[in-house]
């Protein structure tokens, strides 16, 4: 493999392109490892608040139409913060933290929110952890930004 095949990545527009590359960009690129990392952690984490979020939810509120209906306000209530967070938060905390920094507070806030969740296992406790999950994610997280 020559070089310039070796990091297609590096290589300005156009290129070649191909999926069979990334594989081996990265399995040579600790940054991206790091990256895919995070990635799979996060999708796993998610998926685990999600479901004891819902657990939770199903379990306090047994009528359908309740359960609907706090839901729906929930998930409504998390789009406007989210919303609110990207508007005025955002570019200022990026500003000061940067983005490294800036990124962490969706990591931090969940295992504080698990840890929390651990130790005083509730509703309200679910719906903080799956709030700051979803609000951060839509927000700080976003790849919009």
Known sequence: MDKQTRYWYLLPFPHQFSLAHLPG???QSRSLRFIVGMIVL???VTAIVDFQFKSISVETYQ?????TSFLG???GRIGLIALLIQIFLSSRLIRVLGVGGAILFLPVSLMLGSIALFIFPGLWTAVALRGT????RYSLNSYRL
């Open 25 to 27: 960009a990265v399995r």
């Open 42 to 44: 996060m999708v796993i």
């Open 63 to 67: 009528d359908k139409v309740d359960l």
């Open 73 to 75: 306000k929930f998930y």
């Open 133 to 136: 999950d979803q609000s951060f």
